[in-house]
């Protein structure tokens, strides 16, 4: 079973950028492949983006496609979620996922814990 955690968050002026990442444990990332989902308050959950488990195949949500970049690192067990153009509507919590199949839009059963991203207007 595979273990993430988040980090990277935190507060930032809109138009400004953050960069995430998700470390794993308990297994290589490569048998994953891997995403990222967010939680603004009072909502659902939504999916952000999410790339196969060697990079070839990368999905975005309309509302960040263009500003967002997913990435990974399988030597480090490491994915990357770089954010710019930030705005408030880019508030949440944002949460890394795996799952055995690349399924767009669809979260896998894996969860990190998730890192807080607040950005001001």
């Known amino acids: 079973q595979v273990q993430l955690v988040e980090s990277g968050g935190g507060l930032v002026q809109a138009g400004g950028s953050l960069r995430l990442s998700c470390t794993a444990s308990g297994r290589t990332i490569s048998n994953y492949a891997m995403g990222w989902f967010r939680q603004a308050p009072g909502k659902e959950r939504e999916y952000v983006a999410q790339i196969s488990r060697y990079g070839s195949l990368k999905y975005y949500a309309d509302s960040v496609k263009g500003r967002f970049t997913i990435s990974r690192d399988n030597a480090k067990n490491t994915v990357h979620l770089q954010m710019n153009s930030l705005n408030p509507e880019d508030t949440a919590v944002y949460y890394c996922?795996?799952?055995?199949?690349?399924?767009?839009?669809?979260?896998?059963?894996?969860w990190g814990q998730g890192t807080q991203v607040t950005v001001s207007s």
């Open positions: 996922n795996a799952d055995l199949e690349l399924r767009r839009g669809v979260p896998g059963d894996y």
